[in-house]
């Protein structure tokens, strides 16, 4: 029986530990279609420190990053009519998530990652 519990016990911390190695630590948007076609990428939590968000292309786009802190939120928005890339620097709070939207505002598909490390 004590061993049983012990086991037990194991597992429940090999679980619990599992779950922290599996954090997302990034997420990427891919956005086609049509102008005007907005995407996000998946929420991630922050890490008490700076993170970027950095996107990529051809044509203009704009769009924001969108930060969930218990209850409140904000939003960091950002445009670049001619295009390019463009790397934000972010401080990145552990008790909140963040997500990157973006939006094609001309003819060219536009590529968007968010990590909360730099």
């Known amino acids: 029986m ?23 630590n990034y997420s990427s948007v891919y956005v086609t279609g049509y102008t005007g076609t907005t995407d996000a990428t998946m929420a991630i939590t922050g890490q008490n420190q700076y993170g970027i968000a950095t996107i990529n ?21 950002y445009n670049e009519p001619d295009g390019g890339t463009k790397t934000i620097r972010y401080y990145m709070s552990s008790s909140c998530t963040y997500q990157l939207y973006v939006t094609k505002d001309g003819d060219f598909p536009v590529n968007g990652e968010i990590k909360n490390y730099e």
């Open 57 to 77: 292309a051809s044509g203009a786009f704009s769009g924001f990053i969108f930060e969930y802190c218990k209850g409140s939120q904000k939003q960091y928005k």
């Open 2 to 24: 004590k061993k049983l519990k012990i086991i037990g016990l194991t597992l429940l911390i090999l679980m619990m530990t599992t779950t922290t190695v599996f954090a997302t």
